[in-house]
């Protein structure tokens, strides 16, 4: 959530900004803007709406500086107005920042600097830590003229409760830019006589793959020919670089329309992605390098707590379903937001995961925190290299899915599903599942990828099917076991992109209170398994029928339904039953998706929502 690009080198800052800020607009897009330094003043731009709004008023300014910063906002203290944009600069005139999370106690700072003469013009929280830094700025006695600004900002941030990810410049420093970050992602990249901060990678990619993830409580003070890294306490940090595996083509739409198409479609790949060397040599189970626990501590645990928030909870559904059902261990879900104030009494032999595509989800962050320090070992899986999830998780497993820009999820979520299948299979065959039966489970898991490819054949139907279901205003997304979490994620995805009101249920449940919203303007979207509920569901799909639901069912291949039941089939291949909650998704997916586009909705970025909800 929000945006942030930073940039001091021997380049002309702000076309690199621009381009930066671009790629990160799917972390907040209600307004951007950017700061260039130059020779002892700031140049200062911004603007309400997309990033291409500031691009249009950037481009009558020259900004000739080496030095700037931008960013993108996803409003959360004041309304989205030009005024409340980013960056921010101090009444005097001095300090100009930006920012990324939330500064909680920033009313008693406000009263406190206004009490200085300090003056506002924004509603933000940020605006009141640029004026506390150049406060300090103002006091700073110290006979180090070089080191007073970024003194003045350690100093500022000591007296600060909540999140920051900050980049600040100071109008008399033209040759410094400081950061800092505490819970609010912030990435140090070295490029070629140049130095790049970002909030995410794909912001810097396309210039350099060297990079530092800073850590909480870290700052880092640049110059265009040197950095260094220090704690708030002063203590000085060595850096580790790191390298970015993927390029900025991974990040680019390659004829697609939209990220959420693309990616949708890079499924299959994905899916290869999560197996790629986790499969024992003997072919009748999985293996996990990173997950830090021998088979005997596996043997300790009794008890599963899955915690994630939106979509990566529908994974950790499916992760219930899948261990418990092969492993039969028991399985806990909670949303991380509800796990961390509730006080959950948990039992001994516990062991925690948390399911993250960004790892800088603060909910799912806070839920891990507070799991190690009731002191459980918490894994992680995640697609982010290098997040602070998967920085401070005692092991885990990385979905290598790739760069997931579109703010929907799609190929994050099957990559979840397909850990987790596998997860359920490694502690399976640690217990009672049979190496026979390992050996097909790990033959159906291959086989994931070239079946969701035959589903995405399939699109051309699916998009004709949606544009026949586009102006409806209600749907129901109705599924059992395994694919329940799917009508869940099926709902979820129809709302957030097209913004039609959809219900995720379990198909049987729904005759005790959602059969109410049925009749002729309420369609419903069956999942129809083969297996022993296929009657079972065929007769809730006839409750709907005989209230005049129209009804939409993906249907495995080879099972026949009565005839006229259902207005619109989808057919899915038979499948080992790991994989059905995979090749599940691929059609509601696709349906959302067009639906949404013959809607005329901005598929990848939709109202209201940011990818990476780095605020609680
Ligand atoms: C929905 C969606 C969100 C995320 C949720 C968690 O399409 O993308 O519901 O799943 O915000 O995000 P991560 O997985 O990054 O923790």
Known sequence: MCGIVGYIGKHKASSILLEGLKRLEYRGYDSAGLAVLQEGRIDLVKKVGRVENLIRESAKHSFPGHVGICHTRWATHGGVTDANAHPHLSSDGKIVLVHNGVIENYTSMKKFLLSKDYSFKSET????????????????????????????????LLHVEGTYGIAVMCVDQPEQLVAARKGSPLLLGMGDEEFILASDASALVSRTRNVVYLKDNELVQLTP???????????????????????????????????MEKEIFEQPASLENAMRGRFSEDGSTAQF?????????????????????????????????????????????DYASEFRYRNAPLDRDVLFFVVSQSGETIDTLAALREAKRKGYKVMAICNVVGSTIARESDGGVYQHAGPEIGVASTKAFTSQLMLVAMYALYVARMRDMSFNDGLSYVQGLKQAPDLVRKILEQAPHIKEIASRYSQYSDFLFLGRLSLFPIALEGALKLKEI????????????????????????????????????????????????????????????????????????????DCHEAVLPILGCIPVQLL?????????????????????????
């Open 125 to 156: 929280d940020t605006e009141v830590l640029g004026n506390l830094i150049a406060y300090h700025y103002a006091k700073e006695a110290v006979s180090d003229k070089t080191n007073r600004f970024f003194e003045s900002v350690r100093k500022a």
């Open 225 to 259: 020919t040197d950095f260094s890294i220090s704690t708030i306490d002063q203590a000085e940090v060595s850096p580790v670089v790191d390298k970015i595996t993927w390029s900025i083509k991974d990040a680019e739409l390659n004829g697609y329309a939209h990220f």
């Open 289 to 333: 390098g990173g997950l830090n626990l021998t088979a005997a501590d596996l043997r300790m645990i009794d008890r599963y707590v899955f915690c994630s928030c939106g979509t990566a909870w529908h994974a950790c559904l499916v992760a219930e379903h899948l261990i418990e059902r092969f492993a039969r261990l028991p399985v806990e879900v």
């Open 498 to 573: 097209s913004y039609i009101h959809a219900e995720g249920y379990p198909a049987a449940e729904m005759k005790h209170g959602p059969i109410a919203l049925v009749n002729e303007l309420c369609p419903s979207v069956f999942f129809v398994p083969k297996g022993e509920i296929f009657n079972k569901i065929v007769s809730s799909m006839q409750e709907i029928k005989a209230r005049k639901g129209k009804i939409i069912a993906i249907v495995t291949e080879g099972c026949e339904l009565p005839p006229d039941l259902a207005d619109d089939i989808i057919r899915i291949p």
């Open 592 to 616: 959302s998706y067009y639906i949404a586009v013959k809607r005329g909705c901005d598929v990848d970025k939709p109202r209201n929502l940011a990818k990476s909800v780095t605020v609680e």
